[in-house]
C-alpha cells in the first residue's frame, strides 16, 4: 500500500490514488496539477529525507472549482444598537489524485 502526506493549499493531507481532495482555491481551472510530498509510505518503508521527496511526484488531475459552504458572522453590543453580519463563502479547488511516483 502505497500512500503519501502532501501539502495541499495550506494543510496537510494524507492521499493515495483515486483520493480526491478538497483544498483552498489554486489559479490551474483545468488539467493536472504536481503536489509538494512531505511523507511517503511504500509498504514498510517510510520516506521523509527532503532530498528523497525532492524526486517524488504526487500528480493530482483538476476536477472543478466550487465554493464552500456559507459562513455567517454576526457582531452585536450590547444596549448601544451596534449589529452587523456578514457573510463569507471560501473559493474551493477538487483535485483527485492520479499517481504517486
Request: glycine share 8%; aromatic share 2%.
Amino acid at each position: 500500500m502505497v500512500y503519501a502526506v502532501v501539502r495541499a493549499g495550506g494543510r496537510q493531507e494524507k492521499v493515495e490514488v483515486g483520493t480526491i481532495v478538497t483544498m483552498n482555491r489554486i489559479s490551474e481551472t483545468s488539467g493536472q496539477v504536481e503536489l509538494p510530498a512531505l511523507l511517503l509510505v511504500d509498504g514498510e518503508k517510510v520516506t521523509s529525507d527532503p532530498k528523497a521527496l525532492a524526486k517524488v511526484k504526487v500528480v493530482a488531475e483538476v476536477l472543478d472549482q466550487t465554493r464552500g459552504p456559507k459562513i455567517i458572522i454576526q457582531k452585536y453590543k450590547n444596549k448601544t444598537g451596534y449589529k452587523k453580519r456578514q457573510g463569507h463563502r471560501q473559493d474551493l479547488t477538487r483535485v483527485k489524485v492520479t499517481e504517486i511516483k
